[in-house]
């Protein structure tokens, strides 16, 4: 079943000559069932494209299709409501609201339904030396990720997005947090910078300079020269 269609989906930034184009003509589709890796250079334009997916911001052109519905012809107040039920966001910079406290910020925004899951939602994100009742401000950087991953996860939506949620973690405990990131949804794209953990997905996607230029499975796209490029020198 196919859970996501993006079409020829263009992200300009800026107007005249300040325009930038950081996301230029991509279209794949994602089946059920599927766990995609987004890889390529920082600057490449991965969070634009996850953001898009999200219904985070709009395209320039293109489409995004969820479910076969168009999320970008819905008005604001229906795209609300869809994230809420078909979405789950993992952010690159935690996003979280300093004020609130730990608890607080993993129950932001999900049904009274799910509540009940915020103990099993703590245990997968390794979430077990915070304190509930501290504010967001007081924790880690590392905290505040694992924070971020819990409240991604709580309200397991079909498909999660999830922005380096492995980014400020130790290589181990990011493996552990990525494996339980993966069994949270039926379908999950992550942007990671770890070619260590490619082996945990499906389909590897390539990104340079906004453009799509590798759709493989892990062990096939390890021999393509803008894998080889993205990784650097190291072994
Ligand atoms: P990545 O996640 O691969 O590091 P991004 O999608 O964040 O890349 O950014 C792609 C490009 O678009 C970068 O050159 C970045 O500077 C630029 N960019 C991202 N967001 C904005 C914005 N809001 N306004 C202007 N330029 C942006
Ligand atoms: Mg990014």
Not at 82 to 109: A, C, D, T, W
Not at 151 to 170: H, I, S, V
């Amino acid at each position: 079943m196919e859970i996501l269609n993006v079409k020829k989906l263009s992200k300009k930034y800026g107007k005249g000559e300040n325009e930038f184009l950081a996301l230029n003509n991509v279209s794949f589709k994602v089946q059920k069932g599927e766990f995609i890796v987004i890889v390529g250079k920082s600057g490449s334009g991965k969070s634009t494209l996850l953001h898009l997916l999200g219904g985070l911001d709009k395209p320039s052109s293109g489409s995004v299709f969820i479910n076969n519905q168009d999320i970008y012809k819905m008005s604001d107040k229906n795209l609300t409501v869809f994230r809420r039920k078909y979405i789950g966001i993992i952010y690159q910079f935690y996003n979280l609201i300093p004020v609130l406290s730990v608890k607080e910020n993993i129950l932001m925004g999900t049904t009274q339904e799910n509540v009940r899951e915020l103990d099993e939602v703590c245990r997968r994100a390794d979430i077990w030396e915070i304190e509930e009742e501290n504010d967001a401000l007081s924790l880690s950087g590392g905290q505040a990720q694992r924070v971020n991953i819990a409240r991604g996860m709580l309200n397991k939506a079909p498909l999660l997005l999830a922005d380096e949620p492995d980014a400020g973690l130790p290589l181990a405990q990011g493996e552990i947090i990525m494996k339980n990131i993966l069994s949270s949804s039926d379908t999950v794209i992550v942007i990671t910078h770890h070619y260590q953990y490619l082996d945990l997905f499906t389909r590897v996607l390539l990104i340079e300079d906004g453009k799509l230029i590798a759709d493989n499975a892990p062990e096939q796209i390890k021999s393509h020269p803008g894998y080889i490029s993205w990784r650097g020198e190291v072994d």
